[in-house]
């Protein structure tokens, strides 16, 4: 029986790069690049799922939990929309950068180290995030189960990562840690990307029913991500707790 989802292996090689959250051109600069289309696509699917009015910081009534939060480089953001933010990471370097920067920024964001299983708050949240982290979990089907335990019924999940394809492998290992030096060597382990299917049918075991599920593209000409057709590479799915 599994006790934890922290791959302590994985834990140490964010925490090593922790202090460059922040920077643009830094270690995490193909997240800086994400951010606009994954908020866009998360901060759209919540007022459709949720069928929210309002305008002006719509996600002012939605608790929501950032799972493998990093730096905050989306709980920020998701905040700043009206959200009421928790981030938890397994990192404690990590938070300690977060909470930083959102001091830093007047923000209020409730960052906590921990892991889902061991987090220590009882309410519920409307939607959880879980992006780019599956592939560096102990055990995603735990790591789901747990996540899963955490959200109200008919809330949403979010879940983005790496479609397990040779595509996928010359992309995001190859082309992005290899020879765009996007990534430091090392950041990913084939071997722990998720095809779609295996992600649909975890977190179906986990009451959690596919909503949508959609392919994310950089296009070199605009350097810019789009949603796209293709998941062979980057993939994005939303889920709704049964």
Not at 159 to 171: C, E, P, Q, R
Request: with cysteine.
């Amino acid at each position: 029986m599994k006790s934890s989802t922290i791959n302590k292996k994985e834990i140490e090689k964010f925490s090593k790069i922790a202090s460059q959250w922040w920077d643009p051109n830094g270690k995490f600069k193909p997240l800086h690049k994400f951010n606009p289309i994954r908020i866009e696509y998360i901060k759209n699917s919540i007022i459709k799922h949720f069928k929210i009015k309002s305008t002006i910081r719509p996600l002012k009534k939605i608790d929501l939990l950032d799972i493998g939060c990093g730096g905050g480089l989306l709980s920020e953001p998701i905040y700043r929309l009206g959200a009421n933010v928790v981030g938890i990471d397994a990192s404690k370097k990590n938070i300690e950068v977060a909470k930083f920067h959102a001091k830093q920024n007047h923000l209020k964001i409730n960052y906590i180290c921990s892991s889902p299983e061991k987090l220590k708050i009882k309410k519920k949240f409307d939607v959880i995030l879980n992006m780019e982290i599956v592939e560096h979990v102990e055990d995603m089907n735990f790591f789901i189960k747990k996540s899963s335990e955490l959200l109200k019924k008919d809330g949403l999940m979010f879940i983005a990562t790496l479609n397990k394809t040779l595509k996928s492998y010359t992309f995001a290992i190859i082309g992005a840690e290899y020879i765009l030096r996007w990534l430091p060597i090392g950041t990913h382990d084939w071997d722990k990307f998720v095809t779609p299917d295996e992600l649909i049918k975890v977190s179906k075991n986990n009451n959690l029913e596919i909503k949508n599920l959609d392919g994310l593209k950089y296009n070199f000409l605009t350097d810019k991500w789009k949603i796209s057709n293709d998941n062979s590479v980057n993939y994005i799915a939303s889920f709704k707790k049964i």
